[in-house]
């Protein structure tokens, strides 16, 4: 709701600027703001900071609770099945979108849905990372219903700190380590902002 009351303001801000807007990048959480685009024929793009392997997964998942059962009400050993990536077990599944009755998950599946609404999304990923992903987004296999937006891949994004890049700068020593092993011989896991695992 908060976002959604911050159109009027962000549709006065467009229409104060001296030139016109080419096009709007909007978050992720941020879709209300494409009735503000729609309204002023601005084209509009997500930023999703996610691989596309993610993005397979969230813009799916509205269509694939049409016919499916609340996740928190499988088998947590239970794999789920998305287009253009391997099966997820349903334990690994992020926990705001198990229950599809709840408030939570309605408003998430409600992103998810018009996010696709966009012009385009930009992900966190390179084409040979995930050619599966990207190629079942572009066949618009994760969105049955309605054209899919473009998908550019504009990664690897890291944060490189405030000493990688300056000239003379001394390296952080993970980095100095990567960059000693052998051609495709580190495998990185990502697990999220919120990831939290035991010692063992």
């Known amino acids: 709701d908060t976002l959604r009351l911050a159109n009027p303001v962000l549709r006065e801000f467009l229409r104060s600027l ?4 080419d096009a709007l990048l909007l978050d992720m959480f ?3 703001a494409l009735d503000v685009a729609a309204e002023l024929a601005i084209p509009a ?3 999703f900071p996610s691989p ?3 993005l397979a997964v969230f813009s799916h998942l509205p269509y694939y609770y049409r016919n499916a059962p609340s996740l928190r009400e499988m088998d947590k050993a239970a794999l789920i099945r998305f287009p253009g990536i ?3 077990r349903n334990v690994d599944m992020l926990a705001t979108v198990k229950d599809k009755e709840s408030e939570t998950t309605k408003i998430r599946l409600y992103q998810f849905k018009r ?5 385009g999304v930009l992900v966190n990923s390179f084409d040979w990372l995930e050619p599966k992903a990207l190629k079942a987004l572009a066949a618009g296999v994760c969105v049955p219903d309605k054209p899919n937006p473009r998908v550019y891949c504009i990664g690897p994004l890291v944060d490189a700190g405030n000493k990688v890049g300056i000239s003379g700068a001394e390296r952080h020593p993970c980095l100095v380590w990567l960059d000693a092993q052998p051609r495709r011989s580190v495998v990185f ?3 999220g902002s919120q990831g939290a695992f035991p010692a063992a």
């Not at 001296?18 to 807007?21: E, G, Y």
């Not at 996010?115 to 012009?119: C, S």
């Open 18 to 21: 001296p030139a016109a807007v």
């Open 30 to 32: 941020c879709v209300d």
């Open 45 to 47: 793009y997500f930023f």
């Open 52 to 54: 596309a392997s993610v």
């Open 86 to 88: 391997p099966p997820i």
């Open 115 to 119: 996010m696709m609404e966009g012009k």
């Open 189 to 191: 896991l990502c697990f």
